[in-house]
T-cell receptor, first 114, second 108 residues
Framework: DAMVIQNPRYQVTQFGKPVTLSCSQT?????MYWYQQKSSQAPKLLFH???????NEADTPDNFQSRRPNTSFCFLDIRSPGLGDAAMYLC?????????????FGPGTRLTVL | GEDVEQSLFLSVREGDSSVINCTYT??????LYWYKQEPGAGLQLLTY?????DMKQDQRLTVLLNKKDKHLSLRIADTQTGDSAIYFC????????FGAGTRLTVKP
């Protein structure tokens, strides 16, 4: 089945140690999103790619970077994770950025920072 | 910034109706959504409503939209234990904006 896949599902890293989270999609969608979701809070959009065009949210810390080497894959890089970066990270895709475009979510990667 | 607000918890008995409420503040929102998140899973789109509609029904789900008050609700009829999850309200203007989620607990 077409889907959004995130690996790993659980990631543990040490304070300050770079970590990369992975997302892939078989939907051939143009747009890929990364959200951060902390406990009992709304998912917060970090950035998105529209094809190869990177769009960063104004309040996303510089510590968070992203790469999209091809249509199928998108990576979230956290250069120096802090304790406050522990969260669930959700990847989503949509066909386009038009007003109605359903976003399809992956299962998320839960990041723990020790 | 503008927030999407919803109550954090709702508990109902199996077979009762559940009503989850949401308020939004962006009057330019053209679509409003309800997503469901089960433990350990991503968000799954349940239903959506276009801003020029005031009601949408889809099997056990009824969405009501009061655009004047910027109020959105999701009613689940005959709530089952399998409906226990977190329900997110979201609005789509230029960007997708989510509420913090309502945790629905269904007691047998």
């Amino acid at each position: 089945d077409a889907m959004v896949i995130q690996n790993p599902r659980y990631q543990v890293t040490q304070f300050g140690k770079p970590v990369t989270l992975s997302c892939s999609q078989t939907l051939n969608h143009n747009v890929m999103y990364w959200y951060q979701q902390k406990s009992s809070q709304a998912p917060k959009l970090l950035f998105h790619y529209y094809d190869k065009d990177f769009n960063n949210e104004a309040d996303t810390p510089d510590n968070f970077q992203s790469r999209r080497p091809n249509t199928s894959f998108c990576f979230l890089d956290i250069r120096s994770p802090g304790l406050g970066d522990a969260a669930m990270y959700l990847c989503a895709t949509s066909r386009n950025r038009d007003t109605y475009n359903e976003q399809f979510f992956g299962p998320g990667t839960r990041l723990t920072v020790l | 910034g503008e927030d999407v607000e919803q109550s954090l918890f709702l508990s109902v008995r199996e077979g009762d109706s559940s009503v989850i409420n949401c308020t939004y503040t962006d009057s330019s929102s053209t679509y409003l959504y309800w997503y469901k998140q089960e433990p350990g899973a991503g968000l799954q789109l349940l239903t959506y409503i276009f801003s020029n509609m005031d009601m949408k029904q889809d099997q056990r789900l009824t969405v009501l939209l009061n655009k004047k008050d910027k109020h959105l609700s999701l009613r689940i009829a005959d709530t089952q234990t399998g409906d226990s999850a977190i329900y997110f309200c979201a609005e789509k203007g230029n960007d997708m904006r989510f509420g913090a989620g309502t945790r629905l607990t269904v007691k047998p």
